[in-house]
C-alpha cells in the first residue's frame, strides 16, 4: 500500500492487507504469546476504525498504527503485569521474523526471539521496530515518541545487551571451557612468575 497523500481516503482492508503482517510481529516480540499479539493487533485496527479519520496526515498511517499498537500494549501490560518469556513460542514461528545476518549467524531465530524477550522492554521496543519492522531511526522515535538521539542510545545499549546474552548461551555446559590461548599464556606466565 502506497502511502496516501492528505485528501485520499483509506480503504480499511487495504490498509489491514498492507500492515496486519508487520503489526503482529510487532506486537509478538512484545507479549511473547500469539493469541495476545493476535488481540493487541486487533485493538489497533478497532482503534484505527474508531479514531484514524482524524488523522490528518494521511502518509503517516504506519506510524500511526504502530504508535497505537505500542500504546494498546503499555495499557494491557500495566493490566496483566505479567511477566512475559518466549518458552511459548510455536515451533518455527520465530523462523518468520527477518533479523541481520551477523545475528542469523550467531544463533538460530528462536534462540534469538528467546534472548530478545529477555531484554529490558525499554531496549527490547526500539530493537524490535529496527530489526524485525525495518523501521528507520526516525520512524521509531515517531512510534515511541520519543528522540531520534534517545531511539540510537537504546538500539545501542538493546544490541549490547543482546550480544551478551548471545555470547554467553554459546558457552554451554557440554563445551570445552579451557581458557583461550591468550589466557593460557598469561597463567603460564603467571605460574612462571611464582615459582
Given at each position: 500500500?502506497?502511502?496516501?497523500t492528505n485528501?485520499?481516503?483509506?480503504?480499511?482492508?487495504?490498509?489491514?492487507?498492507?500492515?496486519?503482517?508487520?503489526?503482529?510481529?510487532?506486537?509478538?516480540?512484545?507479549?511473547?504469546?500469539?493469541?495476545?499479539a493476535w488481540?493487541?493487533?486487533?485493538?489497533?485496527?478497532?482503534?484505527?476504525?474508531?479514531?484514524?479519520?482524524?488523522?490528518?496526515?494521511?502518509?503517516?498511517?504506519?506510524?500511526?498504527?504502530?504508535?497505537?499498537?505500542?500504546?494498546?500494549?503499555?495499557?494491557?501490560?500495566?493490566?496483566?503485569?505479567?511477566?512475559?518469556?518466549?518458552?511459548?513460542?510455536?515451533?518455527?514461528?520465530?523462523?518468520?521474523?527477518?533479523?541481520?545476518?551477523?545475528?542469523?549467524?550467531?544463533?538460530?531465530?528462536?534462540?534469538?526471539?528467546?534472548?530478545?524477550?529477555?531484554?529490558?522492554?525499554?531496549?527490547?521496543?526500539?530493537?524490535?521496530?529496527?530489526?524485525?519492522?525495518?523501521?528507520?531511526?526516525?520512524?521509531?522515535?515517531?512510534?515511541?515518541?520519543?528522540?531520534?538521539?534517545?531511539?540510537?542510545?537504546?538500539?545501542?545499549?538493546?544490541?549490547?545487551?543482546?550480544?551478551?546474552?548471545?555470547?554467553?548461551?554459546?558457552?554451554?555446559?557440554?563445551?570445552?571451557?579451557?581458557?583461550?590461548?591468550?589466557?593460557?599464556?598469561?597463567?603460564?606466565?603467571?605460574?612462571?612468575?611464582?615459582?
Amino acid at each position: 500500500m502506497s502511502a496516501p497523500t492528505n485528501n485520499e481516503s483509506i480503504n480499511f482492508e487495504e490498509l489491514v492487507d498492507a500492515h496486519y503482517n508487520s503489526l503482529f510481529r510487532f506486537a509478538y516480540s512484545l507479549s511473547g504469546k500469539e493469541a495476545d499479539a493476535w488481540d493487541l493487533t486487533q485493538q489497533t485496527f478497532n482503534r484505527w476504525a474508531e479514531k484514524g479519520h482524524s488523522l490528518r496526515d494521511k502518509s503517516k498511517v504506519k506510524s500511526w498504527l504502530f504508535t497505537t499498537l505500542y500504546r494498546e500494549f503499555l495499557k494491557w501490560s500495566r493490566q496483566n503485569r505479567k511477566v512475559y518469556s518466549m518458552e511459548d513460542l510455536p515451533g518455527g514461528a520465530a523462523e518468520q521474523h527477518s533479523v541481520g545476518s551477523e545475528v542469523v549467524n550467531q544463533a538460530d531465530a528462536s534462540a534469538l526471539m528467546q534472548h530478545l524477550a529477555d531484554i529490558e522492554e525499554t531496549y527490547r521496543v526500539p530493537l524490535s521496530l529496527f530489526y524485525l519492522e525495518d523501521m528507520t531511526y526516525k520512524e521509531i522515535a515517531e512510534v515511541l515518541e520519543i528522540p531520534s538521539g534517545t531511539v540510537m542510545s537504546r538500539l545501542s545499549r538493546g544490541k549490547d545487551q543482546l550480544r551478551r546474552r548471545l555470547s554467553s548461551a554459546h558457552e554451554s555446559p557440554g563445551e570445552d571451557k579451557r581458557p583461550s590461548s591468550r589466557n593460557r599464556r598469561k597463567q603460564i606466565v603467571r605460574r612462571d612468575e611464582q615459582r
